[in-house]
C-alpha cells in the first residue's frame, strides 16, 4: 500500500477527530455598558449585574473601564479612571455577596469618554478584554493630586 495514501487519510482522520472534540464558546455577552452616570444609576446598574451574576453560579463577570479624553468638559487627572473603577468591584463583593474571585476588573484604555462595560463569561469561555481606541500618548492630563475619596461614590 502507498505510504503517502495512509499517511493522508491517517491526518484526515486524526483532523475529523479534533473537530468532532473540540469546543467552539461563542464570545460572552456583554451585559452592559455605561458612560458618566450618577452613583444611584450605576449601583442599580451594578444591582442588575450582580443579580445576572447569581442566576449564572458558573459564570464570572468581567468589569473593563476606559478613561476618557475629558471628564466632565474638563481634561482629566492622572489615575482618575482607575479612582473611579476601583469601587466597582467592592460594592459587587461587600454589598452583593458576589464572590470577589468571580469579579474581575480590567482597565481598557483610553477612549473619548470614560466608560464601563460589564461581561458576563460562562466557564470556558475567554476572558474580554479592552480595545484601546485612544494611544496614552495622546492623553492630555490635567495637573494636580488626586483624591480618592472624591470617587468612593458613597459606597
Sequence with gaps: MNISLILRSSLLVLGLAICATSTVFP??????RF???KC?????RLDNFAIQLQNEPQAKGVIIFYGGQTFRGKLPKRGEAEARAARLKPYLVERRGIPSERVTVVNGGYREAWQVTLWIVP???STPSGDLNIPI???KFRP??????DYRCGI
Excluded at 494636580?144 to 475619596?149: Q, S, V
Design 27 to 32: 464570545a460572552p455577552p456583554q451585559i452592559d
Design 144 to 149: 494636580g493630586k488626586l483624591n480618592p475619596r
Design 35 to 37: 458612560g458618566d452616570v
Design 123 to 125: 466557564p470556558g469561555a
Design 40 to 44: 444611584e444609576d450605576e449601583m442599580a
Design 137 to 139: 500618548e495622546k492623553i
